[in-house]
């Protein structure tokens, strides 16, 4: 009988341990006076989101648009509370002015054994500054110059092979082809081609089973992890390990003297360590060891952070210009004069590009590849007055920034007039993010989206094809703002005699 009791006791005790711990994590915005919706036990706001049937960031911007007075609003992913910052000027102060409070994403959906691990996306520290420090300097002008003639090389291939339309697809290739040429310097063997485009397509496919299996990394670490889940399936792992492998050992041995990023890379191997130096005290504060899966994790991250968002941004900025017919004439003339004032194309003549820089932006601020960004608080700190709790989750919702009417009157209108004059404030407009987490393939990403759209407008009337439906149908369990299929958005290409 007092074995039963005992027993029973314990039960109790358990149902009440855990009817706490979820009562802790359901009440963590009520307490602090944060607006929020109600949570469902477990789930949190996250219920339909298990239907798989639209992005997660179209509840982020539902809870966005709820609140419209609110500078910051709550909600909770699960059993974790989340903060979804509305304000511009606290998004500046996590992204730039506090950014030691908010220094990293927290946790990723990258497992330990995962070829993105060790990249600088996730990585945190002193480390992180070391390594960014010296990834940043394959995007100098100087490096951004040397590969500029790869780059029209590839934008020139595909005028040549004068394509009917243009989509995803299509720019997917190009991209691949382009990346490889100008960070690598090299060119895909013809028979390796067809599988590197397959496969290079795979890593960004959506799939419900996926989605899942990033929830479990990102909000239960330890359980993906015992369940053995991944973050992407282990031959496309290892597919990209040994191609990365190759292409910088096969640098490393070549002696081509040539400065892009896989010189950077090459010489990290070659030196074996990184120093970490503090430039206040002028010394070296800690050298760590650079192994051969740091180096192809930093392959991998560009290639994973540099393919899919610039394809993205080349698609839509067409898409955009085949509608607005004025926008579309007038980039042509502007690139059309800008080559005869430069005698063809130069990097100085594409950044001499103004009006089709406004439409790159403008094209970013309707459909930003990163719909939004997270931050992870690393110490107890305080937002507008609020205590928030070490490793409390932050989103800032780009796209719903971006489209907020109060930051961009008729957000649903194409005008890149919006970007001739300075925005009130840079933090309504991030399709880059800011601050020292900024993204580190930004200028490279403009300087080929330009490139190739200026090719084109210069070859090509646009037109919008008679299949496409208003609104555009988006992958749902897919990383960035990707069209559902490469025949969602389709533009005929007709060339100009
Ligand atoms: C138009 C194309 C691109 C867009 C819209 C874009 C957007 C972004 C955004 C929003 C972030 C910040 C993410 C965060 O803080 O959570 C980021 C980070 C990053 N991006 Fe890009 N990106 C683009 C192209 C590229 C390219 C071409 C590369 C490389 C060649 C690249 C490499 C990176 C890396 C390495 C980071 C992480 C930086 C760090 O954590 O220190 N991106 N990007």
Redesign the pocket.
């Known amino acids: 009988m007092t074995t039963l009791m005992l027993l029973v006791a314990v039960v109790v005790c358990c149902f009440l341990y855990l009817g706490l711990i979820l009562w802790k994590a359901n009440t963590y915005w009520e307490v602090r006076g944060v607006k929020h919706f109600k949570p469902w036990p477990l789930v949190g706001n996250l219920a339909r989101a298990l239907k798989f049937n639209r992005h997660v960031s179209f509840f982020y911007d539902e809870i966005y648009k709820a609140f419209p007075t609110e500078r910051m609003v709550g909600m909770y992913e699960f059993l974790t509370p989340t903060l979804i910052i509305r304000d511009p000027t606290l998004v500046e102060n996590v992204l730039v002015r506090e950014f030691s409070t908010y220094p990293d994403?927290g946790p990723l959906f990258f497992e330990p054994s995962s070829i993105s691990y060790e990249s600088?996306?996730t990585i945190t520290g002193i480390r992180?500054r070391a390594l960014?420090n010296k990834l940043l300097t394959s995007f100098s002008t100087g490096k951004m110059k040397a590969i500029f003639p790869d780059i029209v090389r590839s934008c020139q291939s595909v005028v040549d092979s004068d394509p009917k339309r243009l989509h995803k697809d299509m720019l997917h290739e190009f991209a691949v082809k382009s990346f490889l040429n100008s960070m690598f310097g090299t060119n895909i063997l013809p028979e390796g081609e067809e599988e590197l485009m397959a496969k290079s397509k795979e890593v960004f496919q959506g799939k419900p089973q996926r989605i899942i299996q990033q929830i479990m990394l990102t909000f239960f670490p330890k359980l993906g992890d015992f369940l053995n889940m991944k973050f992407m399936p282990k031959t496309l792992d290892n597919y990209f390990r040994n191609l990365l492998n190759t292409l910088v050992e096969q640098r490393a041995s070549a002696n081509i003297k040539r400065d892009d990023y896989a010189k950077v890379l090459c010489d990290m191997n070659k030196m074996g360590k990184m120093d970490v130096y503090n430039r206040e005290n002028k010394r070296i504060d800690e050298t760590f060891d650079v192994t051969n899966d740091l180096v192809l994790a930093q392959a991998f991250?560009?290639f994973f952070?540099?393919l899919d968002?610039?394809v993205l941004?080349m698609l839509h900025t067409a898409l955009e210009l085949s509608l607005a017919k004025s926008c579309q004439e007038k980039a042509r003339q502007e690139v059309r004069s800008v080559l005869k004032k430069y005698g063809g194309y130069s990097w100085e003549a594409v950044r001499d590009m103004k009006y089709l820089d406004q439409c790159i932006q403008e094209t970013?601020r309707m459909h930003?590849?990163?719909q939004f960004?997270?931050r992870m608080s690393d110490k107890d700190t305080v937002i507008d007055g609020v205590k928030i709790k070490k490793n409390t989750r932050i989103i800032i919702p780009l796209h719903s920034i971006q489209m907020d009417p109060n930051h961009f009157p008729n957000p649903h209108i194409f005008d890149p007039e919006r970007f001739s004059v300075p925005l009130s404030s840079k933090f309504t407009h991030l399709?880059?993010?800011e601050g020292p987490?900024v993204?580190?393939?930004?200028r490279?990403?403009t300087l080929e989206?330009a490139t190739i759209i200026a090719h084109i407008l210069d070859n090509f009337e646009l037109h919008p094809s008679p299949e496409l439906k208003f609104p555009l149908k988006y992958e749902p369990n897919a990383l960035f703002h990707s069209p559902i299929s490469n025949d969602e958005i389709s533009i005929i290409l007709k060339r100009i005699m």
């Open positions: 994403h600088i996306f992180w960014r991250m560009f952070a540099g968002t610039t941004v970013l930003p590849s990163l960004i997270v399709p880059f993010s987490r993204c580190l393939g930004k490279f990403a989206t």
